[in-house]
């Protein structure tokens, strides 16, 4: 998905209906050879051309790394500080998550420099934000309410 995700060009090309499937097989053919693609993916990649459906590609990649993710065990997480965390602090955090939560996490990881301080973490329904952003709104909700 790599070459899908970084080449215009060829996106484009997988997008664009008019092109003629002889086109699109050739084009396959040299990538899997170049890519030592396996004999069962090339032969998907083939049905997917055959039956004008090349251009689900990158959905029918992701639901496939979503549904082999879940078969593992492993939860996605979203994770956004208010400044930029080193890879050790990731790690840090990934592990003791993936300890309490019982099962291997994923993050997606932003930087929001609004948060001013702080972390949020979603994981599934479950959500914890430990940032100043958000404390400084429940006290303006206690002051305007006494």
Known sequence: MTVYNTSEDFKSFIKNPTQSQSNQLEV???ISIQMSLS???KN???ILVTKRRIFFINKIFLSFLSLASKRR???KASLVSSK???KEELKSLNKDLSQTMGAPITFD????ENLIGGLKIQIGS???DNSIKNKLKKYEQ???EV
């Not at 990881?109 to 929001?112: A, L």
């Open 84 to 86: 930029s965390l080193t």
């Open 44 to 46: 998907f990649l083939s």
């Open 73 to 75: 065990g492993e939860l």
């Open 39 to 41: 004999k069962i993916i």
């Open 109 to 112: 990881y932003k930087v929001d």
């Open 142 to 144: 206690i002051m305007l």
């Open 28 to 30: 396959l053919n040299k």
């Open 126 to 128: 479950l959500m914890i």
